[in-house]
Protein backbone atom coordinates (compact mmCIF):
# COMPACT_ATOMS: atom_id res chain seq x y z
CA UNK A 1 0.00 0.00 0.00
CA UNK A 2 1.54 3.57 -1.16
CA UNK A 3 0.84 6.57 0.59
CA UNK A 4 1.12 8.63 -2.40
CA UNK A 5 -1.67 10.32 -3.85
CA UNK A 6 -3.58 8.66 -6.25
CA UNK A 7 -5.16 11.23 -8.15
CA UNK A 8 -3.98 13.94 -11.05
CA UNK A 9 -5.29 16.75 -9.43
CA UNK A 10 -3.38 15.89 -5.86
CA UNK A 11 -0.45 14.43 -7.91
CA UNK A 12 -0.07 17.64 -10.34
CA UNK A 13 -0.46 19.90 -7.14
CA UNK A 14 1.77 18.45 -4.70
CA UNK A 15 4.49 18.19 -7.82
CA UNK A 16 4.32 22.15 -8.65
CA UNK A 17 3.96 22.66 -4.98
CA UNK A 18 7.59 20.71 -4.70
CA UNK A 19 8.59 22.70 -7.94
CA UNK A 20 8.14 25.75 -6.28
CA UNK A 21 9.39 25.40 -2.66
CA UNK A 22 12.67 24.00 -4.48
CA UNK A 23 13.01 26.92 -6.71
CA UNK A 24 12.31 29.58 -3.27
CA UNK A 25 15.32 27.34 -1.46
CA UNK A 26 17.34 27.47 -4.74
CA UNK A 27 17.38 31.32 -5.11
CA UNK A 28 17.34 32.17 -1.56
CA UNK A 29 20.76 29.73 -1.55
CA UNK A 30 21.92 31.66 -4.76
CA UNK A 31 21.16 34.99 -3.21
CA UNK A 32 22.81 34.55 -0.13
CA UNK A 33 25.88 33.19 -1.65
CA UNK A 34 26.01 35.90 -4.13
CA UNK A 35 25.29 38.80 -1.37
CA UNK A 36 27.61 37.34 1.64
CA UNK A 37 30.91 38.73 0.19
CA UNK A 38 28.95 42.69 -0.40
CA UNK A 39 27.45 41.69 3.04
CA UNK A 40 30.22 41.06 5.06
CA UNK A 41 32.09 44.54 3.10
CA UNK A 42 29.31 46.48 4.01
CA UNK A 43 29.58 45.55 7.56
CA UNK A 44 33.60 45.27 8.24
CA UNK A 45 33.20 49.05 6.67
CA UNK A 46 30.81 50.18 9.49
CA UNK A 47 32.71 48.40 12.12
CA UNK A 48 36.44 49.77 10.77
CA UNK A 49 34.72 53.66 10.84
CA UNK A 50 33.12 52.74 14.36
CA UNK A 51 36.46 52.52 15.44
CA UNK A 52 38.56 55.04 13.64
CA UNK A 53 36.20 57.69 14.89
CA UNK A 54 36.19 56.31 18.48
CA UNK A 55 39.69 56.27 18.31
CA UNK A 56 40.09 60.10 16.92
CA UNK A 57 37.23 60.98 19.29
CA UNK A 58 39.75 59.46 22.52
CA UNK A 59 42.46 61.26 21.08
CA UNK A 60 40.97 65.03 20.73
CA UNK A 61 39.66 64.93 23.83
CA UNK A 62 41.54 66.18 26.44
CA UNK A 63 42.16 63.20 29.27
CA UNK A 64 40.09 64.63 31.87
CA UNK A 65 36.82 64.97 29.29
CA UNK A 66 37.43 61.46 28.72
CA UNK A 67 34.80 59.92 30.78
CA UNK A 68 32.51 62.57 29.46
CA UNK A 69 32.67 61.16 26.06
CA UNK A 70 32.60 57.81 26.93
CA UNK A 71 29.02 58.53 28.55
CA UNK A 72 28.41 60.96 25.98
CA UNK A 73 29.33 58.08 23.25
CA UNK A 74 26.82 55.72 25.39
CA UNK A 75 24.25 58.13 25.32
CA UNK A 76 24.16 58.90 22.10
CA UNK A 77 25.11 56.29 20.30
CA UNK A 78 24.39 53.16 22.52
CA UNK A 79 28.06 52.14 22.52
CA UNK A 80 30.11 51.42 25.22
CA UNK A 81 33.56 52.03 24.97
CA UNK A 82 36.03 50.47 28.01
CA UNK A 83 39.67 50.19 28.39
CA UNK A 84 40.75 46.89 28.84
CA UNK A 85 41.52 45.45 32.70
CA UNK A 86 42.84 41.97 33.55
CA UNK A 87 39.67 41.41 36.11
CA UNK A 88 37.26 41.39 32.63
CA UNK A 89 36.13 38.28 31.39
CA UNK A 90 34.98 37.82 27.22
CA UNK A 91 33.80 35.46 24.87
CA UNK A 92 35.61 35.01 21.64
CA UNK A 93 33.01 35.42 18.84
CA UNK A 94 32.25 32.58 16.77
CA UNK A 95 33.63 32.83 13.19
CA UNK A 96 31.99 29.73 12.11
CA UNK A 97 29.39 31.79 10.05
CA UNK A 98 31.43 32.17 6.30
CA UNK A 99 30.01 36.02 6.56
CA UNK A 100 31.42 36.93 10.22
CA UNK A 101 34.36 35.47 9.17
CA UNK A 102 34.95 37.58 5.79
CA UNK A 103 33.65 40.47 8.22
CA UNK A 104 36.52 39.86 10.90
CA UNK A 105 39.26 39.18 8.37
CA UNK A 106 38.17 42.24 6.41
CA UNK A 107 38.16 44.58 9.80
CA UNK A 108 41.98 42.85 10.35
CA UNK A 109 42.83 43.83 6.86
CA UNK A 110 42.41 47.89 7.99
CA UNK A 111 43.13 47.75 11.52
CA UNK A 112 45.75 44.98 12.15
CA UNK A 113 46.28 41.68 12.95
CA UNK A 114 46.42 42.32 16.85
CA UNK A 115 42.25 43.60 16.88
CA UNK A 116 40.51 41.08 18.97
CA UNK A 117 36.25 40.33 18.65
CA UNK A 118 34.14 39.20 21.03
CA UNK A 119 30.53 38.28 21.63
CA UNK A 120 30.12 38.57 25.43
CA UNK A 121 32.34 40.87 27.67
CA UNK A 122 31.82 41.13 31.18
CA UNK A 123 28.07 39.74 31.04
CA UNK A 124 27.23 42.62 28.22
CA UNK A 125 26.20 40.66 24.79
CA UNK A 126 27.01 43.30 21.70
CA UNK A 127 29.81 42.89 19.54
CA UNK A 128 33.23 43.64 21.15
CA UNK A 129 35.65 45.05 18.93
CA UNK A 130 39.46 45.86 20.53
CA UNK A 131 42.14 48.63 19.05
CA UNK A 132 44.84 50.53 21.06
CA UNK A 133 45.45 53.53 21.68
CA UNK A 134 49.22 53.50 22.65
CA UNK A 135 49.62 50.67 25.31
CA UNK A 136 46.25 51.11 26.58
CA UNK A 137 43.78 48.08 24.73
CA UNK A 138 40.03 49.72 24.59
CA UNK A 139 37.01 47.45 23.53
CA UNK A 140 34.47 49.10 21.93
CA UNK A 141 30.86 47.35 21.96
CA UNK A 142 28.67 47.76 18.59
CA UNK A 143 25.15 47.21 19.24
CA UNK A 144 24.04 44.01 16.77
CA UNK A 145 20.92 45.76 15.48
CA UNK A 146 23.71 47.71 13.84
CA UNK A 147 25.38 44.64 12.44
CA UNK A 148 22.48 41.91 11.97
CA UNK A 149 19.89 42.55 9.78
CA UNK A 150 16.98 40.13 10.38
CA UNK A 151 14.23 39.70 7.65
CA UNK A 152 11.40 42.28 7.83
CA UNK A 153 7.80 41.68 8.91
CA UNK A 154 6.85 43.20 5.37
CA UNK A 155 9.40 40.95 3.52
CA UNK A 156 8.60 37.89 5.24
CA UNK A 157 4.72 38.93 4.84
CA UNK A 158 5.26 39.73 1.16
CA UNK A 159 6.64 36.23 0.88
CA UNK A 160 3.82 34.41 2.03
CA UNK A 161 1.49 35.94 0.33
CA UNK A 162 3.39 35.39 -3.03
CA UNK A 163 3.46 31.85 -2.07
CA UNK A 164 0.27 31.38 -1.23
CA UNK A 165 -0.62 32.88 -4.76
CA UNK A 166 1.96 30.41 -6.39
CA UNK A 167 0.00 27.33 -4.24
CA UNK A 168 -3.21 28.55 -5.77
CA UNK A 169 -1.86 28.95 -9.28
CA UNK A 170 -0.68 25.32 -8.82
CA UNK A 171 -4.09 24.07 -8.05
CA UNK A 172 -5.49 26.05 -11.09
CA UNK A 173 -3.02 24.59 -13.16
CA UNK A 174 -3.66 20.97 -11.68
CA UNK A 175 -7.39 21.20 -11.93
CA UNK A 176 -7.43 22.69 -15.48
CA UNK A 177 -5.22 19.01 -16.42
CA UNK A 178 -6.94 17.02 -14.13
CA UNK A 179 -10.83 18.45 -14.38
CA UNK A 180 -11.43 17.24 -18.31
CA UNK A 181 -9.99 13.38 -17.53
CA UNK A 182 -12.46 13.11 -14.74
CA UNK A 183 -15.33 14.52 -17.08
CA UNK A 184 -13.82 11.41 -19.31
CA UNK A 185 -13.42 8.95 -17.14
CA UNK A 186 -17.18 9.45 -16.20
CA UNK A 187 -18.39 9.88 -19.33
CA UNK A 188 -16.39 6.53 -20.04
CA UNK A 189 -17.94 4.49 -17.21
CA UNK A 190 -21.49 5.82 -18.42
CA UNK A 191 -20.95 4.22 -21.80
CA UNK A 192 -19.59 1.08 -20.54
CA UNK A 193 -23.00 0.73 -18.50
CA UNK A 194 -25.10 1.61 -21.64
CA UNK A 195 -26.34 4.50 -20.38
CA UNK A 196 -27.14 7.60 -23.10
CA UNK A 197 -24.21 9.79 -22.91
CA UNK A 198 -24.53 14.03 -22.63
CA UNK A 199 -22.06 14.93 -24.92
CA UNK A 200 -18.48 16.41 -23.34
CA UNK A 201 -17.95 20.21 -23.62
CA UNK A 202 -15.29 20.97 -26.51
CA UNK A 203 -13.69 23.30 -24.75
CA UNK A 204 -9.91 24.06 -23.36
CA UNK A 205 -6.27 23.53 -24.61
CA UNK A 206 -6.16 22.61 -28.15
CA UNK A 207 -4.90 18.66 -27.09
CA UNK A 208 -8.18 18.52 -24.57
CA UNK A 209 -10.65 20.20 -27.25
CA UNK A 210 -9.24 17.00 -29.45
CA UNK A 211 -9.51 14.41 -27.09
CA UNK A 212 -13.33 15.61 -26.35
CA UNK A 213 -14.56 15.90 -30.09
CA UNK A 214 -12.87 12.33 -30.85
CA UNK A 215 -14.33 10.85 -27.30
CA UNK A 216 -17.80 12.16 -28.49
CA UNK A 217 -17.52 10.98 -31.92
CA UNK A 218 -16.62 7.51 -30.82
CA UNK A 219 -19.84 7.62 -28.23
CA UNK A 220 -22.07 8.57 -31.05
CA UNK A 221 -20.41 6.27 -33.54
CA UNK A 222 -21.12 3.04 -30.61
CA UNK A 223 -24.60 4.38 -29.97
CA UNK A 224 -25.45 4.55 -33.44
CA UNK A 225 -23.56 0.91 -34.23
CA UNK A 226 -25.56 -0.57 -31.05
CA UNK A 227 -28.98 0.99 -32.70
CA UNK A 228 -28.61 -0.79 -36.23
CA UNK A 229 -27.45 -3.71 -34.66
CA UNK A 230 -30.50 -3.83 -32.55
CA UNK A 231 -32.89 -2.55 -35.20
CA UNK A 232 -31.10 -5.62 -37.81
CA UNK A 233 -31.49 -8.34 -34.79
CA UNK A 234 -35.29 -7.03 -34.19
CA UNK A 235 -35.88 -6.87 -38.36
CA UNK A 236 -34.95 -10.57 -38.69
CA UNK A 237 -35.86 -12.16 -35.81
CA UNK A 238 -39.25 -10.52 -36.29
CA UNK A 239 -39.62 -11.81 -39.98
CA UNK A 240 -38.63 -15.28 -39.02
CA UNK A 241 -41.61 -15.51 -36.78
CA UNK A 242 -43.64 -15.77 -40.17
CA UNK A 243 -42.49 -18.61 -41.56
CA UNK A 244 -42.10 -20.30 -38.02
CA UNK A 245 -45.90 -19.92 -38.01
CA UNK A 246 -46.10 -21.54 -40.95
CA UNK A 247 -44.36 -24.48 -40.36
CA UNK A 248 -45.81 -25.14 -36.94
CA UNK A 249 -49.49 -25.21 -39.10
CA UNK A 250 -47.92 -27.48 -41.36
CA UNK A 251 -46.71 -29.89 -38.75
CA UNK A 252 -50.01 -30.12 -36.96
CA UNK A 253 -51.97 -31.23 -39.94
CA UNK A 254 -49.51 -33.88 -40.92
CA UNK A 255 -50.31 -37.43 -40.13
CA UNK A 256 -47.15 -38.69 -39.42
CA UNK A 257 -46.62 -38.22 -35.67
CA UNK A 258 -42.65 -38.58 -35.52
CA UNK A 259 -41.90 -36.06 -38.26
CA UNK A 260 -44.27 -34.02 -36.66
CA UNK A 261 -43.10 -34.08 -32.95
CA UNK A 262 -39.43 -32.99 -34.79
CA UNK A 263 -40.26 -30.28 -36.58
CA UNK A 264 -42.36 -29.18 -33.82
CA UNK A 265 -39.20 -29.68 -31.31
CA UNK A 266 -37.09 -27.60 -34.10
CA UNK A 267 -39.62 -25.15 -34.03
CA UNK A 268 -39.77 -24.21 -30.53
CA UNK A 269 -35.88 -24.33 -30.67
CA UNK A 270 -35.81 -21.94 -33.12
CA UNK A 271 -38.58 -19.27 -31.64
CA UNK A 272 -35.68 -19.95 -28.14
CA UNK A 273 -32.86 -18.49 -30.28
CA UNK A 274 -35.20 -15.75 -31.96
CA UNK A 275 -36.54 -14.67 -28.98
CA UNK A 276 -33.14 -14.45 -27.45
CA UNK A 277 -32.53 -12.18 -30.51
CA UNK A 278 -35.06 -9.83 -29.76
CA UNK A 279 -34.34 -10.33 -26.13
CA UNK A 280 -30.43 -8.73 -26.81
CA UNK A 281 -31.84 -6.19 -29.03
CA UNK A 282 -34.20 -4.88 -26.76
CA UNK A 283 -32.86 -5.81 -23.44
CA UNK A 284 -34.84 -3.17 -22.16
CA UNK A 285 -31.98 -0.82 -21.37
CA UNK A 286 -34.90 1.48 -20.96
CA UNK A 287 -36.86 0.32 -18.26
CA UNK A 288 -36.93 2.42 -15.28
CA UNK A 289 -35.79 0.94 -11.89
CA UNK A 290 -38.77 0.23 -9.21
CA UNK A 291 -38.58 -0.98 -5.90
CA UNK A 292 -38.90 -4.81 -5.97
CA UNK A 293 -39.32 -7.89 -3.15
CA UNK A 294 -36.22 -10.10 -5.13
CA UNK A 295 -36.98 -12.78 -3.28
CA UNK A 296 -40.58 -12.71 -4.45
CA UNK A 297 -39.10 -11.78 -8.02
CA UNK A 298 -36.83 -15.05 -7.83
CA UNK A 299 -39.47 -17.68 -6.84
CA UNK A 300 -41.63 -15.89 -9.58
CA UNK A 301 -39.22 -17.24 -12.00
CA UNK A 302 -38.21 -20.63 -10.57
CA UNK A 303 -41.71 -21.44 -10.28
CA UNK A 304 -41.34 -22.03 -14.11
CA UNK A 305 -38.81 -24.54 -13.79
CA UNK A 306 -40.33 -26.67 -11.05
CA UNK A 307 -40.66 -29.77 -12.79
CA UNK A 308 -36.12 -29.99 -12.97
CA UNK A 309 -36.06 -29.95 -9.29
CA UNK A 310 -34.45 -26.68 -8.74
CA UNK A 311 -33.70 -25.47 -5.05
CA UNK A 312 -33.92 -22.61 -3.73
CA UNK A 313 -32.63 -20.58 -0.62
CA UNK A 314 -34.01 -16.84 -0.27
CA UNK A 315 -32.90 -14.57 2.60
CA UNK A 316 -34.81 -11.99 3.59
CA UNK A 317 -34.24 -8.63 1.77
CA UNK A 318 -35.62 -5.00 1.93
CA UNK A 319 -36.89 -4.11 -1.61
CA UNK A 320 -34.39 -2.96 -4.26
CA UNK A 321 -34.47 -0.32 -6.60
CA UNK A 322 -34.09 -2.78 -10.01
CA UNK A 323 -35.23 -3.03 -13.56
CA UNK A 324 -37.25 -6.22 -12.77
CA UNK A 325 -38.16 -7.56 -15.90
CA UNK A 326 -34.33 -7.32 -16.86
CA UNK A 327 -33.66 -8.99 -13.91
CA UNK A 328 -35.91 -11.54 -14.82
CA UNK A 329 -34.95 -12.49 -18.05
CA UNK A 330 -31.01 -12.47 -16.70
CA UNK A 331 -32.16 -15.21 -13.97
CA UNK A 332 -34.25 -17.03 -16.95
CA UNK A 333 -31.57 -17.45 -19.24
CA UNK A 334 -29.53 -18.44 -16.22
CA UNK A 335 -32.00 -20.82 -15.36
CA UNK A 336 -31.94 -22.25 -18.90
CA UNK A 337 -28.34 -22.84 -19.23
CA UNK A 338 -28.59 -24.69 -15.70
CA UNK A 339 -31.65 -26.92 -17.26
CA UNK A 340 -29.15 -27.83 -20.57
CA UNK A 341 -25.92 -28.49 -18.85
CA UNK A 342 -26.42 -28.45 -15.24
CA UNK A 343 -26.79 -32.80 -15.18
CA UNK A 344 -30.24 -32.33 -13.13
CA UNK A 345 -28.80 -30.84 -9.64
CA UNK A 346 -29.53 -26.96 -9.81
CA UNK A 347 -29.32 -24.19 -6.78
CA UNK A 348 -30.92 -20.83 -6.59
CA UNK A 349 -29.48 -18.45 -4.14
CA UNK A 350 -30.35 -14.44 -3.01
CA UNK A 351 -28.57 -13.44 -0.05
CA UNK A 352 -26.84 -9.93 1.02
CA UNK A 353 -23.28 -10.18 1.25
CA UNK A 354 -21.40 -6.93 2.43
CA UNK A 355 -22.62 -3.90 0.10
CA UNK A 356 -24.00 -6.42 -2.21
CA UNK A 357 -26.79 -8.65 -3.05
CA UNK A 358 -25.92 -11.57 -4.80
CA UNK A 359 -27.98 -14.11 -6.99
CA UNK A 360 -26.59 -17.19 -7.74
CA UNK A 361 -27.65 -20.44 -9.81
CA UNK A 362 -25.55 -23.31 -9.27
CA UNK A 363 -25.62 -27.03 -11.16
CA UNK A 364 -23.13 -29.69 -11.10
CA UNK A 365 -22.52 -30.19 -15.11
CA UNK A 366 -19.57 -30.23 -16.99
CA UNK A 367 -18.43 -26.16 -16.14
CA UNK A 368 -16.60 -23.71 -18.53
CA UNK A 369 -13.03 -24.26 -18.61
CA UNK A 370 -11.17 -21.50 -16.61
CA UNK A 371 -9.73 -20.09 -20.14
CA UNK A 372 -12.93 -19.43 -21.08
CA UNK A 373 -14.74 -18.16 -18.22
CA UNK A 374 -14.26 -14.61 -19.85
CA UNK A 375 -15.07 -15.10 -23.68
CA UNK A 376 -18.53 -16.82 -23.16
CA UNK A 377 -19.86 -13.62 -22.28
CA UNK A 378 -19.09 -12.42 -25.37
CA UNK A 379 -22.15 -12.35 -27.86
CA UNK A 380 -22.30 -15.14 -30.10
CA UNK A 381 -19.70 -17.17 -28.34
CA UNK A 382 -20.84 -21.14 -27.73
CA UNK A 383 -17.93 -23.56 -26.72
CA UNK A 384 -19.07 -26.84 -28.36
CA UNK A 385 -16.69 -28.95 -26.58
CA UNK A 386 -17.68 -27.64 -22.91
CA UNK A 387 -21.25 -26.65 -22.02
CA UNK A 388 -23.02 -25.39 -25.53
CA UNK A 389 -24.22 -27.29 -28.78
CA UNK A 390 -25.33 -26.02 -32.29
CA UNK A 391 -28.91 -25.74 -30.66
CA UNK A 392 -27.33 -22.44 -28.76
CA UNK A 393 -27.35 -18.77 -29.90
CA UNK A 394 -24.81 -17.89 -27.90
CA UNK A 395 -26.41 -14.86 -26.39
CA UNK A 396 -27.54 -16.45 -22.88
CA UNK A 397 -24.60 -15.49 -21.03
CA UNK A 398 -24.14 -11.90 -22.64
CA UNK A 399 -27.64 -11.39 -21.56
CA UNK A 400 -26.79 -11.74 -18.09
CA UNK A 401 -23.88 -9.95 -18.57
CA UNK A 402 -25.29 -6.94 -19.89
CA UNK A 403 -28.22 -6.93 -17.70
CA UNK A 404 -25.41 -7.11 -14.54
CA UNK A 405 -23.64 -3.90 -16.05
CA UNK A 406 -26.96 -2.15 -16.56
CA UNK A 407 -27.32 -2.34 -12.24
CA UNK A 408 -23.82 -1.39 -12.12
CA UNK A 409 -23.31 -4.79 -11.18
CA UNK A 410 -20.41 -7.75 -12.53
CA UNK A 411 -21.36 -11.45 -13.76
CA UNK A 412 -19.28 -13.69 -11.97
CA UNK A 413 -18.39 -17.19 -13.36
CA UNK A 414 -16.41 -19.74 -11.01
CA UNK A 415 -16.07 -23.25 -10.63
CA UNK A 416 -18.17 -25.00 -8.10
CA UNK A 417 -16.14 -27.65 -5.60
CA UNK A 418 -17.17 -31.16 -6.84
CA UNK A 419 -17.81 -30.26 -9.96
CA UNK A 420 -20.24 -27.44 -11.80
CA UNK A 421 -20.56 -24.12 -12.31
CA UNK A 422 -21.73 -21.15 -10.23
CA UNK A 423 -22.98 -17.77 -11.74
CA UNK A 424 -23.56 -15.03 -9.82
CA UNK A 425 -25.43 -11.92 -10.25
CA UNK A 426 -23.61 -9.42 -7.84
CA UNK A 427 -25.92 -6.20 -7.40
CA UNK A 428 -24.86 -3.38 -5.67
CA UNK A 429 -27.41 -2.05 -2.50
CA UNK A 430 -30.42 0.26 -3.44
CA UNK A 431 -28.16 2.74 -1.22
CA UNK A 432 -25.74 2.46 -4.08
CA UNK A 433 -27.52 2.17 -7.42
Wanted: glycine content about 6%; proline content about 3%.
Amino acid sequence: MTLFPKTLLTRAFLLITALILLSIVTLAWVFRQASEAPRAQQKAQLVVSTINLTRAAILSAAPQWRGALLAELREAEGMRVEISETTDTSTPLDEASTELHLMTEAVRAKLGKETHFASTRNGINDLWVSFHIGQDEFWVAIPRTRIEQPMSRIVLLGGGVAFLFALLGAYLIARQVARPLQRLSKAALQIGQGKTLTPLPEVGTQEIFAVSRAFNQMSFDLETNDKERALVLAGISHDLRTPLARMRIAAELSKDESLRADIEADVMQMDGIIQQFLDYARLDAQEQTVATDLSALVSEVAQRYESHNVRIALSDLPRQNVRPTLIKRALSNLLDNAVKYGDGEIAVNLRQTGGHIELSVSDRGAGIPHEHLESVRRPFVRLESARSDASGSGLGLAIVERAARAHHGELILAARDGGGLIATLRLPLMSQL
